[in-house]
Nanobody
Framework: QVQLVESGGGLVQAGGSLRLSCAAS????????MGWFRQAPGAERTFVAA????????YYADSVKGRFTISRDNAKNTVDLQMNSLKPEDTAVYYC????????????????WGQGTQVTVSS
């Protein structure tokens, strides 16, 4: 069992940066791949980024590639999402998720979810 709590969301102007953090509880955190997803109002939840359990492999949605960076610290049970050059279209609730094994991009493939943190980018 893994419990996830996101933090770091907020309001930022276009071009700015935010760093989201996800704190995980549970002894098996290091065996889970981690992902970040987002959901804009009226839209489906979509993949943003994922990282393998040791942090050696990362994956990004095309829309955030080159602007966002996912990282993890298994000693601290945290996974972060550094977001740079933010755009108004990045506005959404951002969710952290965990799954045993390899990183995945599908919402239905993840077993554990946080409650989400709001990111709002003003133009």
């Amino acid at each position: 069992q893994v419990q996830l709590v996101e933090s770091g969301g907020g309001l930022v102007q276009a071009g700015g940066s935010l760093r989201l953090s996800c704190a995980a509880s549970g002894r098996t955190f290091s065996s889970h791949a981690m992902g970040w997803f987002r959901q804009a109002p009226g839209a489906e939840r979509t993949f943003v980024a994922a990282i393998s359990w040791r942090g050696f492999s990362t994956y990004y949605a095309d829309s955030v590639k080159g602007r966002f960076t996912i990282s993890r610290d298994n000693a601290k049970n945290t996974v972060d999402l550094q977001m740079n050059s933010l755009k108004p279209e990045d506005t959404a609730v951002y969710y952290c998720a965990a799954v045993i094994g390899i990183p995945r991009v599908g919402v239905s493939e993840y077993d554990y979810w946080g409650q989400g943190t709001q990111v709002t980018v003003s133009s």
